[in-house]
């Protein structure tokens, strides 16, 4: 195996775990007096793009994986029956040879879902047992506003798109196991193409939720959110307007 598709393997493995503990939520859901509001689409597609996008990246990042670790199908070889399973229908003769090369689309979309992941780590951590999926108000709260939340007042938002843009880049990408597979060509492409809407549709919803996030917290801090807001005046991207 060359040293290109060891690199691609490290970061596809790479990839995949940041990518799961960027989706798992670090605490359990607050206690029902804590919510602002439940059972909104937001909430349900999210739990939706949790299954359905751990499964549908963690799937396509382990299949190249296996083509890599296994190499194109030779007659008569022992693993080829598992290749011809997991790759049935390679898009061009030369599929399994773009499989364990690293195309620029990749490696960009595999640094940005890294950066995404790393971004909502850091939250997680700054926010400790305050970070819930759910929007809430718990009694012991407090403003937070320091590391990254002193650069946006929303970064896990900014985590979150920029880690699903990243995800969708990579393995979409020329070189990736649903591309030179031929994948879309399958009735896997109605299970990714609902991973992509759902994915789609919280980036769109991203900007609604931060409006009742900082109504919440508003309420619940006064002055003390208002000085925060003005010092920090972008829910999720510091250069551009779009979701303030």
């Not at 940005?112 to 780590?121: I, M, N, P, Q």
């Not at 979409?172 to 060509?185: D, R, V």
């Amino acid at each position: 195996m060359s040293i290109i598709a060891v690199s691609k393997g490290v970061l596809l493995f790479l990839g995949s775990t940041f990518f799961v503990f960027g989706l798992t939520p670090p605490n359990p859901p607050p206690k029902e007096k804590s919510l602002i509001y439940k059972g909104q689409l937001f909430e349900k597609t999210f739990k939706l793009l949790i299954c359905g996008g751990l499964a549908s990246t963690l799937l396509a990042f382990c299949g190249n994986i296996v083509l890599l670790i296994n190499g194109p199908p030779q007659p008569y070889a022992h693993h080829s029956n598992i290749v011809s399973k997991i790759c049935p229908h390679p898009s061009s003769p030369s599929s399994f040879h773009n499989l364990a090369q690293v195309s620029l689309p990749f490696l960009l979309g595999t640094i940005a879902l890294l950066l995404g992941s790393g971004t909502r780590l850091c939250c997680f951590h700054t926010l400790g047992k305050l970070f819930t999926y759910e929007v809430s108000i718990q009694p012991e709260h407090k403003l937070i506003t320091s590391g990254p939340y002193g650069i946006v007042r929303h970064p896990s938002y900014t985590g979150l798109v920029v880690m699903l843009a990243g995800a969708a880049i990579a393995c979409l990408s020329p070189g990736s196991y649903i591309q030179e597979c031929n994948l879309m060509a399958t009735n896997a492409k109605w299970f990714i193409g609902l991973w992509l809407s759902a994915a789609a549709f919280i980036t769109v919803s991203l900007g609604r939720r931060g409006e009742v996030e900082d109504l919440a917290l508003e309420k619940s801090f006064g002055h003390v959110w208002r000085e925060y807001s003005e010092r920090v005046s972008y829910r999720a991207f510091t250069y551009c307007n779009i979701v303030n």
